[in-house]
Each structure stands twice: as C-alpha cells, then as structure tokens.
C-alpha cells in the first residue's frame, strides 16, 4: 500500500509541475512541429545508469509490479517507481504528451497504446531501439508491427489483444448447426433458424460494441478489413471509398437496418454486450477476450456458463480480420538513464517475464510459444482461437494524427449506422476529413 500511495503522490507532483510548464509552451509556441524538427533527440545513444519511472496505465492484476520488485531486488542502484496515470485513456495520453513536450525526465520508460506509436514517434517522443533489443522473431509478428514506425522498432511489444467470437454453442446445436459461422451470410442463416427456437425467445442475432467511442473505430475497422478494405494504406493515405470499405460499413448499417443488432446495441461498448450475451440475450458476439472468465463464472452471475464457445470473427468470405490491440514499452529521449531504462525494457518485455506474468493476468503475451503451452491452455482455453485471430490482426489505422482520425471515422461511422447519413455519403466525409488529415 505504501508503494501504491508513492506512486500517486509523485504522478501528482508530477502533474502539477506538467500544468504549469504546458501553460508556459502555449505562451512561447512549443508544438509538436518543434519535436519533428529536431533530430537529436532520436540520435541519443543509449548511456546513463541509475534509478528511472515507468509509467503505465492501471495493472490491477499486480503483474506488473511483480516484475518491478524482482527487478528492483537486484538492481540496487537502478530501481524503477512505478508511476500510474488515469484509468482514460485520454487522460494517458495528454499527460505522456505534456511531459515529452516540455522535455521533462520525469517519465522515463512509457507504456504506449499500440494506436499511439506513430504520433510518438513521428515527435520524436520516444526513442528508435536498437535492432537487437527484443527478440522480435519469437513475437506474433501483428504485435512487431504495431511496435514499429517507418520500418523502425521504437516500442518492445509488452501484451495484446484481438477480437474473439463469442457464439451459443447450445442453441446452434439445438438448431442443427454443425459449426460455427465463418462468413456474416451465415451468421445472418444461422440466425434465422435459431431464433425460431422457443428457448431462443426474446433473444438478439448479434452485437459488437457501436456507441460513439474507440470501441467503434475498431468495429469499423475490422469490418472494413474483413470485407478486403483498409481504412488507410501504407503511407497512411486514406482508401474509405472503395467498394470494399463500402461493403463492410454496410455490414453494420444493414445489420440495424434489418433488425439482426438490437436497437440498444447501438449504446454498446465492451461492458454491455458483455452483460446482454451474459444474461441470455446475443446468440452471438464480438467482444476481447478478458471477458471470457465472467462469461464461464459457475457463481450463478452467468446465465451462458457451459453455453459457449469461440472462434474467430466473421467475414465476406471467410474468417473476418481482428483489430489489434494491447500495448509497448518505449523510452523517452529525455531520460538521463537511457541505458538502464534499456536493460529494464529487455527484462520487462522478456518471455520469462511474459510466463511469470500469466499467473496473475489474463493479458495476452507476445510471444507465440506461450499460446501452446499446456499449463496455459489449461487455464486459457480460448489461447489457441485468439492465436489464429492475432496472427490475421491489423492494426488501427498507423497515422501521426491519430486522435483526429478515430474521431473523424466515429462521427460519420455512427452518422451511417443511426441513419443520419447514407453509406456514400458517410465514406466520402470521412474520406475528406482524413486526406486532410494526412496532410497535416
């Protein structure tokens, strides 16, 4: 508890000291524009040992400060504090910003949101690591990639996340359905005949998560990549007016349209279609995998318990692509102790520390190996189907203005699937709204 009290005494500090320097910046002009231009940040060689601080969003499991203490048992002279930031991850994000913009050396190890690679990078807010400084050829490779800018590793992958397909393995086979549906066509099938089912009374086809937040640029974007499109290309160019970005937002609308979502799912983010397919309501669902513990509680909270099972998310044509999420670990530039804020980043990120770490969390690791071993499958048996749906994950759109362009695709998303714009019309706002961005 001591610990816990240290470290929101220093992020307050910490806090307070940023506010003052951020209304500074505004006055003598510091933008991000300066950060760019500004190539010795990036150049800095890794030297300098002796205490550093990680900061991170919450680790409620206690793994991370697990490794923390084990690391700080045997560097003496180089322990890491451990700052937490908000639980919003917009909140995350403006503090890590205002300390990397006034160059303080407060935070010296960052834990990133895969989306926000790019946009630190592109600062120069974080540093390129060395080639060898994490075995990238043991990690699914999604999670390399998100990792990296510009064919440059400036993050250790620490965990990930991919979508998993949630699905009433009783009440399809209750209605003859030999296999779970890997195309939305048969989603849309398998419905109509389980629905007609009296034990499937009341019930709803499908949900993912539609409310206008994050959670809806990932279901935008998996449904474009499930449909053969892409938000934007490799250059971060937009691509939203393809027929097949058309096909996939028109998997959404049409999904309200004819009635297969439940009016309410359009309020859904993770929590709620968490508790309507919890309480019998979804024959099917898209949703993370932390949810899955909940989902199988045998404590009567849920009505599904030995109802269910996964697979990966529906497609056109096939299996549909997941979004990739989870986090990296990156240095600031502004750390006098670039060497050891290095050698904690290895430790950190390390297989051993992934393996100690499934004891305590259900984050996913980055190293495949783990996703086979028995003793983990024992007590993840949805390892091996979010393997698959890993290794067929994209990433978010990998662009510098990255806050910009989520809200962009959410606001003409949600204007397509409430009615208030049609497909076309929607994709090319979006469209327009994005090419300025790239601009920029």
């Not at 048992?73 to 700052?83: N, Q, S």
Request: net charge neutral; aromatic share 8%; glycine share 6%.
């Amino acid at each position: 508890m001591r610990q816990r009290r240290r470290t929101w005494q220093t992020l307050l500090a910490t806090t307070a000291s940023l506010t003052v320097a951020a209304v500074a910046l505004t006055g003598c002009g510091g933008t991000s524009t300066d950060a760019k231009s500004n190539p010795k940040a990036a150049a800095a060689s890794f030297e300098g040992k002796g205490p550093i601080n990680y900061v991170s969003n919450r680790d409620a499991s206690g793994a991370a400060n697990k490794t923390i203490e084990e690391w700080n048992a045997a560097h003496p002279e180089e322990k890491v504090t451990f700052i937490e930031l908000p639980d919003s991850a917009d909140q995350q994000r403006q503090q890590l910003i205002q300390n990397a913009q006034i160059k303080s050396d407060t935070f010296s190890v960052l834990n990133l949101d895969v989306v926000w690679t790019s946009e630190f990078a592109a600062n120069k807010w974080i540093l390129p690591l060395p080639a060898d400084a994490v075995p990238t050829d043991k990690m699914i490779p999604a999670t390399v990639n998100a990792a990296t800018y510009r064919d440059t590793l400036v993050g250790a992958p620490y965990y990930t996340d991919g979508a998993l397909f949630y699905f009433r393995s009783d009440l399809l086979k209750a209605a003859g359905i030999a296999a779970p549906p890997k195309t939305w066509d048969e989603m849309k099938t398998a419905c109509k005949a389980i629905l007609a089912l009296p034990e499937a009374a009341g019930m709803s086809c499908y949900a993912g998560q539609f409310d206008k937040n994050e959670a809806l640029t990932v279901n935008f974007s998996e449904a474009v990549a499930s449909a053969g499109g892409t938000v934007v290309d490799s250059d971060g160019k937009p691509t939203v007016t393809t027929p097949e970005a058309k096909a996939g937002l028109n998997l959404l609308v049409d999904g309200f349209k004819d009635g297969m979502f439940p009016s309410d799912a359009i309020t859904y983010l993770e929590e709620q279609g968490r508790r309507a397919f919890q309480d019998g309501k979804l024959v099917f669902m898209r949703n993370w995998p932390f949810l899955h513990a909940s989902l199988s509680a045998t404590d009567g909270s849920s009505k599904v318990a030995g109802k269910f099972d996964i697979t990966s998310i529906p497609g056109t044509d096939g299996p549909g692509v997941s979004t990739l999420g989870g986090r990296s670990l990156a240095i600031s530039p502004f750390t006098p102790n670039k060497a050891t804020a290095l050698e904690f980043v290895k430790f950190f990120t390390s297989e051993e520390q992934a393996q100690k770490r499934l004891a305590l969390s259900s984050r996913a690791p980055v190293y495949a190996s783990l996703f086979a071993d028995p003793a983990v499958v024992a007590k993840r048996p949805f390892f091996p189907t979010l393997l698959t749906s890993l290794n067929n994950a994209q990433p978010r759109p990998k662009v510098v203005q990255y806050g910009a362009t989520t809200k962009a695709i959410q606001e003409e998303a949600y204007a397509a699937i409430t009615g208030k714009k049609d497909t076309d019309t929607a994709l090319n706002d979006m469209q327009a709204k994005l090419t300025e961005l790239s601009a920029k």
